[in-house]
C-alpha cells in the first residue's frame, strides 16, 4: 500500500522521470488482460482515454502519465490480497470458500408480476432499482440496455421506473458500462449495475490513490454473477455456429446447470455443454476468480 501511496507524492520529479514512472493503462490492453470496464476513461482528468466493448485507445498527445489509470484498472495490480486482509479484520464478514466473503445470503424472487415477464431469473437487480428509485434512494442507475444491433449491450442512465424495463435480463456480450460515470455526475446519488471487474474498478477507485472516491454520488453498487462474457462477434458465433440460429431470432440467452441455453422466438429451447462455448469467452474472464462480485454492496 505504501507504494501506492508514493506514486502520488511524485509531484517534485521532473518530467523526464515521471514519464518512466508512472505507466498508462495501454499496457493492460496489450497485453489482453483489459476488461473494458470503461472506469479508466471516466476517471482520465484530461479526457485521453477512450474505451469500447473491445477496445481502448490513449491520445499520446495529451495523456499526462499521472497513473490514474493504472490505479484503479482491475487488472492491474493485484489489490485483491489487500481486500483480503481487510476482510478478515471485519468481525461481520463470514468466509465462504464458493462465494467469497459476504454478510447473508439469501434465496429470493420478485414479487412484480411486470418484472417477472422480462427478467433473466428471479428479477432481483431490477426490483431493487424499481425500490430504490420510487423511494426517491437514488436520482438515477447505471445499467445496461440493448443497443440497435440486437443482443449489442450498452450502458444506459436509468432516470424512472418506466425506463428500468429496458435494462431487464442478462446480455452477454460486453459493456463498458463505466464509461459515462461523468455523464451521471449531475446527479446526487445513483446506484452502479456491473460486473465482477466493474466492482473491482470501483472499489479500487474508493482507495486509491487519495483514500476517496472521485464519483462520491455512488450511492449503491449492484454487482452481477458472473462466470464469462464475450465479443459481440462470439456471440453471434454461438448462435450461428453451434446453435444454428439466426440471433436476431434468439429470445433469451442463459446459463444453468452446466449448460448453455438458448430460446428462440419460436419457443424452442435448445442447450449445448457450457464447455463447449467457454473457448469463445473473452481471454480476460480466464483471469477472474470472483463469481459472485465480492467488493459490490449487494450481489
Not at 463505466?178 to 452502479?192: G, H, R
Amino acid at each position: 500500500i505504501k507504494i501506492e501511496i508514493v506514486r502520488y507524492q511524485a509531484k517534485s520529479l521532473d518530467n523526464s522521470f515521471r514519464e518512466n514512472y508512472f505507466e498508462p493503462v495501454s499496457l493492460v490492453f496489450e497485453n489482453n488482460f483489459c476488461c473494458n470496464c470503461g472506469y479508466c476513461s471516466s476517471i482520465c482528468p484530461v479526457g485521453s482515454i477512450t474505451v469500447t466493448a473491445d477496445d481502448l485507445k490513449i491520445d499520446s498527445e495529451t495523456c499526462i502519465k499521472c497513473g490514474l489509470c493504472f490505479s484503479v484498472c482491475p487488472r492491474s495490480f493485484p489489490s485483491e490480497h489487500i481486500f483480503t486482509v481487510l476482510n478478515k479484520l471485519n468481525p461481520n464478514l463470514k468466509d465462504g470458500a464458493a462465494s467469497n466473503y459476504y454478510i447473508n445470503a439469501y434465496t429470493a424472487s420478485t414479487k412484480s408480476d411486470e418484472i417477472k415477464e422480462v427478467c433473466q431469473d428471479g428479477g432481483i437487480v431490477t426490483t431493487l432499482l424499481y425500490y430504490l428509485l420510487k423511494e426517491k434512494e437514488i436520482d438515477a442507475a447505471i445499467a445496461v440496455t440493448h443497443s440497435e444491433d440486437i443482443w449489442r449491450p450498452k450502458p444506459i442512465i436509468i432516470e424512472n421506473v418506466d425506463d428500468l424495463y429496458k435494462t431487464a435480463g442478462t446480455k452477454y456480450a460486453n459493456s463498458p458500462s463505466l464509461t459515462i460515470l461523468n455523464e451521471a455526475q449531475k446527479f446526487d446519488k445513483i446506484a452502479v449495475v456491473g460486473s465482477p471487474c466493474m466492482m473491482l474498478a470501483l472499489k479500487k477507485g474508493s482507495i486509491y490513490p487519495i483514500g476517496t472516491s472521485i464519483f462520491n454520488n455512488i450511492k449503491y453498487t449492484i454487482g452481477l454473477f458472473c462466470m464469462e462474457s464475450f465479443s459481440y462477434d462470439n456471440v453471434i458465433n454461438i448462435s450461428t455456429e453451434i446453435f444454428n440460429k439466426k440471433l436476431e431470432n434468439i429470445l433469451k440467452m442463459d446459463i444453468s446447470g452446466g449448460k448453455f441455453i438458448v430460446k428462440d422466438k419460436n419457443g424452442e429451447e435448445a442447450k449445448v455443454p457450457l464447455k463447449e462455448v467457454t473457448s469463445l469467452a473473452r481471454d480476460v474472464c480466464h483471469y477472474c476468480s470472483d463469481l459472485t462480485s465480492e467488493f459490490a454492496d449487494i450481489s
